[in-house]
């Protein structure tokens, strides 16, 4: 079974800057989620998905951050303009279901973000 | 403010020997508790959990204790091998979804 994919992997851009970053899930998977992980932190959750509908983005701000996941199946995090404090790992993950457990998450190997 | 807090950043054990990370929380809504385990340039996978309702899940050579009064679980490992070398996290569940802890890097020494 194919896991998680994230691309790209590591990214480098200046501040002010867009950027954009894509998932692919674990296929049948119905719920996806986004985590930002700061160098020193754990995970923290930016949005989730279900199907193609938000669940909850309370945590994402959205006066930079955007994220669509048309037809249910791959997701893409925008961001722009960037800032310096975003530089981080962004995880994608998926569950079958509704994920309520958070057992059979399954995390991508993330995308890191520099900002310059 | 951290609800989920793990304290110690690394932990160095020899081989064979017990290693035993340490979380606490501070929300009484936290209802499930489970420990991701990370190497690096991946990302985090399920390891074990605990209902709060129960207070010791075993699997293999992980345990988690949960000590609801002191709001405190550890997490312990043997024997310790080479391959547990990784950060650890512990994470909550409440109705508002997942809270992480900042991770224990454990270093497992031959």
């Known amino acids: 079974e194919a896991g998680v994919a994230q691309s790209p992997r590591y990214k480098i851009i200046e501040k002010r800057q867009s950027v954009a970053f894509w998932c692919n899930p674990i296929?049948?998977?119905?719920?996806l989620y986004w985590y930002q992980q700061i160098l020193g932190q754990g995970p923290k959750l930016l949005i989730q998905?279900?199907?193609?509908?938000?669940?909850?983005d309370s945590q994402l701000p959205k006066d930079r951050f955007s994220a669509e996941r048309l037809k249910g199946v791959d997701s893409t995090l925008k961001i722009q303009p960037a800032k310096l404090e975003d530089s981080a790992v962004y995880l994608c993950?998926?569950?079958?279901?509704?994920?309520?457990?958070?057992?059979?998450?399954?995390f991508g190997s993330g995308t890191q973000l520099s900002v310059l | 403010d951290q609800q989920v807090k793990q304290n110690s950043p690394s932990l160095s054990v020899q081989e064979g020997r017990i290693s035993i990370l340490n979380c606490d929380y501070t929300?009484?809504?936290?209802?499930?508790f489970l420990w991701y385990k990370k190497y690096p340039a991946e990302g985090p996978t399920f390891l074990i959990s605990?209902?709060?309702?129960?207070d010791k899940n075993e699997d293999g050579r992980f345990t988690v204790f949960l000590n609801k009064s002191a709001k405190h679980l550890s997490l312990h490992i043997v024997p310790s091998q080479p391959g547990d070398s990784a950060v650890y996290f512990c994470?909550?569940?409440?109705?508002?979804?997942?809270?992480f802890g900042k991770g224990t890097h454990l270093i497992i020494q031959p």
């Open positions: 993950a998926s569950v079958n279901g509704t994920g309520l457990l958070y057992e059979k998450l399954f």
């Open positions: 296929s049948g998977h119905a719920t």
């Open positions: 998905f279900q199907n193609n509908g938000v669940v909850d």
């Open positions: 929300n009484s809504m936290f209802d499930y």
């Open positions: 605990i209902s709060s309702i129960k």
């Open positions: 994470a909550a569940r409440s109705p508002f979804g997942l809270t």
